[in-house]
DNA sequence: ACTTGATCATGG
DNA sequence: CCATGATCAAGT
């Protein structure tokens, strides 16, 4: 039987979008590419952003470069995610770029991060660099919405990175603030800057930032799907 | 060993 | 430049 084959349009619910992502799991990514015919690199270090693309195929996610939800009609955002031998995630979780300006009135509610984060189907990816690309097993997806508790996190997190960025600290937050997300630059190097406010409301050019997950609030998230 | 800050490819 | 997809690798 060889029904597996890519879904040629976007799934119309979450039963057949987790359908199909199950059909993937214990599959190879060589093999995933060739019945796409696509060439797997021998490292991701110029191919940062291959496997996701690779999954969005076989998923029916319009590839290309859209401010929306992989699957906005049935509201879920797809994310890969590298993870190690133990199920532990190997990467931090880009989610979005951080707004750093034209932020007053801006609350957590109505947030990009919390939007995106509203619902999540997670591919788990064997990511450890001693694998070749090619040889690296998808795992069990896992499709996602934040908790109570999740959610609180977050919205901490986002509330204490937004309030410093409307004061104008922006270059003053390092990777280090927040719990479970953080901001750090997200940007094609460090030449490209973008604007942002100063401590005393002046304009200031800076590197563009993202909302990232960090590993240990995903390695919770994997390891209570793991264990049930 | 691990995280933070820097970086890579592509399309619009 | 900004958005998408992320991982790399220097520094701690």
Not at 24 to 30: C, I, V, W
Not at 91 to 109: K, S
Not at 141 to 149: C, G, I, M, T
């Amino acid at each position: 039987m060889h029904t597996l084959e890519p879904l040629a349009h976007p799934p119309e619910n979450e039963a057949e979008l987790l359908a199909q992502a199950q059909r993937l799991a214990g599959l190879t990514l060589g093999e995933l590419a060739l019945r796409v015919g696509l060439t797997p690199p021998a490292d991701l270090k110029r191919d940062k952003g291959w496997i996701g693309v690779l999954l969005e195929l076989w998923l029916g996610a319009s590839a290309g470069s859209k401010p929306e939800q992989d699957f906005a009609a049935i509201g879920i955002e797809l994310k890969t995610i590298p993870i190690d031998s133990l199920g532990r995630p190997l990467e931090t979780t880009f989610v979005c770029v951080a707004p750093l300006t034209g932020n007053t009135g801006v609350i957590w509610e109505t947030s990009h991060v919390r939007h995106k984060l509203k619902r999540v189907l997670w591919i788990p990816v064997e990511g450890e660099r001693a694998i070749p690309v090619a040889e690296r097993r998808v795992g069990s997806p896992l499709l996602w919405s934040p908790d109570r508790e999740e959610e609180e996190q977050l919205r901490r997190d986002w509330e204490e990175l937004m309030d410093l960025i409307v004061l104008g600290q922006v270059e003053r937050i390092t990777a280090r603030h927040g719990e479970v997300l953080q901001l750090r630059p997200k940007a094609a190097n460090s030449k490209a800057l973008t604007e942002a406010f100063g401590a005393h409301g002046e304009p200031i050019l800076t590197l563009p930032r993202g909302f990232y997950l960090k590993k240990n609030f995903t390695a919770a998230l994997l390891a209570r799907h793991f264990m049930m």
